[in-house]
């Protein structure tokens, strides 16, 4: 399983970092985990084309998380140079329908991909919900930030790798990403801002010392939340702490 992040950044336009998107692969199974503004440019820039993409699971419906939703799917229509053939599936809380009925008010039959290319799995928030995204198991529950915000765990060959996306302190997070060797958590806060809805360092320390996964990888920075101070994560936390950079690639 690899893991390439393509944006460590947030809804706050920088050169330095791309709005979030994430890409795991496995046995040429291509899944994007949000597809934020400049998510697809940055696909581009791993060498993989737009239509080798498998699937795509949504964590929330925030623009800085879905925004590349509307030329992904504009892209679908396309048939000189580009064809996409091959269907694939969009994971997301069931109340995606409402923001997909919005796209297509606001942009008619362009964002509405060719019939039997997009396929739907609606996940309910309230409970822990397991399925399987091509060659991963996949489990998620719902986190402390949007009404229909996800997070997910994903398992491939014994390897497990955690995805907060948009959340703030969550018990169920924690139960999730218990034991995983990898949690990707977001870092939207400098050490003492916290307001429930995004985390902190002292939180992120909490969370990793309770769910003990094998490394932390930090993203979804801020500018003022880059500076982390990871010696009060340290106090908590023994396991390798990685800071997330654009185009930055891990094998699991």
């Not at 496995?26 to 581009?44: E, M, S, V």
């Not at 902190?200 to 003022?224: G, M, Q, T, V």
Request: proline share 6%; with cysteine.
């Amino acid at each position: 399983m690899r893991l390439t992040v393509l944006g460590s950044g947030t809804g706050w336009i920088t050169l330095k970092r791309s709005s979030p998107g994430y890409l795991v692969s496995a046995d040429n199974f291509h899944l994007l985990l949000d597809i934020g503004p400049g998510t697809l440019r940055q696909i581009l820039k791993t060498g993989l084309r737009i239509d080798e993409i498998s699937a795509l699971f949504i964590t929330h419906f925030h623009p800085d998380h879905v925004s590349d939703l509307i030329p992904f799917f504009f892209a679908t229509r396309y048939n000189l140079g580009y064809t996409r053939t091959e269907p694939f599936t969009l994971y997301g809380h069931q109340s995606f329908t409402n923001l997909y009925e919005g796209l297509k008010q606001a942009f008619g039959h362009w964002v509405c991909p060719p019939e039997g290319l997009l396929n739907l799995y609606l996940i309910e928030k309230e409970s822990v919900t397991d399925f399987e995204i091509g060659p991963f198991q996949a489990r998620s529950v719902g986190v402390k930030h949007n009404p229909e915000s996800l997070a997910i765990r994903l398992e491939f060959s014994g390897k497990s790798l955690i995805y907060s996306g948009d959340t703030g302190f969550s018990e169920e997070l924690i139960e999730l990403a218990k034991g995983g060797d990898l949690l990707i958590l977001e870092c939207a806060n400098p050490l003492g801002a916290s307001k429930g809805f995004h985390l902190a360092p002292d939180e992120i320390a909490e969370i990793s010392s309770r769910a003990k996964p094998k490394k932390l990888l930090l993203s979804h920075f801020y500018p003022h939340s880059e500076d982390v101070p990871l010696e009060i994560i340290q106090k908590k936390f023994s396991g390798e702490i990685i800071l997330a950079r654009d185009l930055l690639t891990l094998e699991l």
